[in-house]
Structures are given as structure tokens and as C-alpha cells.
């Protein structure tokens, strides 16, 4: 007897309990009895009657997220793999419906993303695809809560992740990015090297400039030298011949002077003499002599040049007869 009673109270106790359940945040529970839908209870410590209602599945309303890899051809006949993350949630007033009406929404989530995915792709080229994802993404959003309104479904957002070609059209890309960058550093450096072309020519130009400017001043000082040497051997009696011909040798000396100073020059000189010397200014004072002469007489003679004056001569034909005039 008393065990049958202990097993009695157990039995109690185990459906006394049975009857509590606890729901979680942000959860929902379906409660049915005898198969059919009784109640949804919400998060905390619930009670339902035990062995005629069970609890029949639970929701989560938590925003969940649904990762789907589609493989689709661009409109220039290009094969991507696209990677679209959806995120939705189950919406709190209408947890029956997404409960009995859909029974797979991961599957019919995949679905409408594959569906839309590949109606708008195939419009775009490759890098239109990649430029204008946020407009696939859009539409994908719009066609999903259209259709998962109904059951109970929010989509939050929709999210094109990732957008993979065929390794052969990314290499492709590569080359084509690397050839344009090439080109761009190309031109860089012509322009570069155009600069640098211009700066030294100007900087030639310059330095031309500024070596003639100082060879100007170089031979204006030699000839105010020239001019003051000539003035000061003219107030010693020698006249201007002689004191151009004796700079002349003086600045031929010189030179040589200057040559043999230099150690390291490779210039030969031939066999010379005094009397070279000597020689060479007397042909210079005598030709010095014979042109201030030649100048003189060509002052003196003046050649008179009469002008020719043009003899007219007219010619009168003579008048020719008058032919006589006969009376009929």
C-alpha cells in the first residue's frame, strides 16, 4: 500500500510540474491542444494543462541572417559567383503565420533570392555589376518582403557581400589595371623627363648668354687696354703702326709664354726663331705703311664723272599728195 501511494504522489508531482515551462527572450512558443492551435505565450513562466496541451515548436524572433551563393552570367557573357547575405526576422504579431504557413523559409528565402538575382544581373556588364550592387541589393529587399510579408517574415536588409568572376576574367582585370597604371606612369615620367629636357636647355640657354656676355666684356676690356697701350707709346714718339705692330709681338710672346708654363699640355710647337719675329714685324709695319698710303691717294683723287645728256630727234613724215579730184 504504500508504495503504490508513493508512486502515486510521484506520478502527481511529475504532472504538477509538467505543467510549468519557461519561454526565453525573444522567443515565442506555440501551444496546442489535442493538435490544434491554442495560444502563443510569450517570454517568462508559463502554465498549460498537462496531457492535453503540448507544446508544439518554438520561434525564434531574434533577426537572423541567410548567407546565398549564386552563380549568374553578366550581360558581356561573363560567369560571377555572388554571395548575397539576407537579413530578416520573424514579426512578433504574426508568429502563427510564420509558423503554419511556411515550413522551410530558409528555402523559400533562397529561392526569391535566386530568382531575383538572376533577372537583374544579366542586364549589367561585369563592371557595371560591381559598380551598381547596391541597386541588385535593393531589389532583392523589395521582391523579398513582398512575398515574406505574407508569411510572417521582416527582411531587414539585404547585403551583396562578395562578387567573385572566373579567375580567368580577374586576371584578365589585373592586366588591364596594371597596363593603365603603366601607361599613367609612363606618361608621368615623359612629362618628367620633358621638364628636365626644358630646365637644361634654359639652363644652357642661360649659360651661353652669361659666357658671351662676359666674352664681350672680356674683349671691350682689351680693346680700352689696347687704346690706353697705343696712347702711352704714342706720347713716347712711336706712331699707331708701330705701337699695334710691337703689341701684336708682344701678345705673341705672351702666348708662347703661357703654352710652356703648362706642364700638362699636349701641344707641339714647331722649330721658331728671333728673327720669325722680327720678320713678322716688319711685314706688318710695312704693310701698315703701304695701306695708310694707299688711303691718302684715294683722298686726293676725286674722279669727276660728267653726265650724259640724251640728243632728241624728231622725225616728220612728210605729208603725203592730195590725189586729184576729176569732174563727171
Do not use: C
Not at 537572423?64 to 557573357?77: A, F
Not at 608621368?188 to 629636357?197: D, H, L, N, Q, V
Amino acid at each position: 500500500m504504500d508504495i503504490s501511494l508513493t508512486i502515486i504522489l510521484v506520478f502527481g508531482l511529475f504532472i504538477f510540474l509538467s505543467s510549468f515551462f519557461t519561454v526565453k527572450q525573444q522567443t515565442a512558443v506555440i501551444i496546442e491542444r489535442f493538435g490544434k492551435f491554442l495560444s502563443v505565450r510569450n517570454s517568462g513562466l508559463q502554465l498549460k494543462i498537462p496531457l492535453i496541451d503540448r507544446i508544439a515548436g518554438r520561434v525564434n524572433l531574434k533577426i537572423q541572417q541567410l548567407d546565398v551563393i549564386i552563380e549568374t552570367k553578366t550581360k558581356d557573357n561573363v560567369f560571377v559567383k555572388m554571395k548575397v547575405s539576407v537579413q530578416f526576422k520573424v514579426i512578433q504579431d504574426k508568429v502563427y503565420d510564420a509558423f503554419y504557413k511556411l515550413e522551410y523559409p530558409h528555402d523559400q528565402i533562397t529561392a526569391y533570392v535566386f530568382d531575383v538575382v538572376r533577372a537583374e544581373v544579366p542586364k549589367l556588364k561585369l563592371d557595371d555589376v560591381f559598380e551598381r550592387k547596391d541597386d541588385i541589393a535593393i531589389a532583392v529587399k523589395r521582391e523579398l518582403n513582398e512575398a515574406m510579408t505574407t508569411y510572417g517574415y521582416d527582411i531587414i536588409n539585404t547585403l551583396v557581400t562578395d562578387i567573385d568572376p572566373d579567375i580567368q576574367v580577374k586576371n584578365a582585370m589585373n592586366r588591364i589595371n596594371a597596363a593603365d597604371r603603366e601607361k599613367t606612369a609612363a606618361e608621368f615620367e615623359g612629362e618628367s623627363t620633358r621638364i628636365r629636357i626644358v630646365a637644361k636647355a634654359k639652363a644652357e640657354a642661360e649659360s651661353k648668354r652669361l659666357q658671351g656676355q662676359g666674352i664681350a666684356d672680356q674683349r671691350r676690356e682689351i680693346a680700352r687696354g689696347l687704346v690706353e697701350s697705343v696712347e702711352v707709346l704714342n706720347n713716347v714718339g712711336i706712331n699707331s703702326q708701330e705701337a699695334s705692330a710691337l703689341i701684336v709681338v708682344t701678345q705673341h710672346y705672351d702666348t708662347l709664354q703661357a703654352i710652356g708654363a703648362d706642364a700638362n699640355s699636349n701641344l707641339i710647337l714647331l722649330p721658331n726663331s728671333p728673327q720669325a719675329g722680327s720678320d713678322m714685324l716688319n711685314n706688318m709695319v710695312a704693310s701698315f705703311t703701304a695701306s695708310n698710303q694707299m688711303g691718302e691717294l684715294m683722298k686726293k683723287t676725286n674722279k669727276k664723272v660728267k653726265p650724259k645728256t640724251e640728243e632728241h630727234s624728231s622725225y616728220q613724215a612728210p605729208e603725203a599728195p592730195e590725189e586729184p579730184q576729176t569732174e563727171v
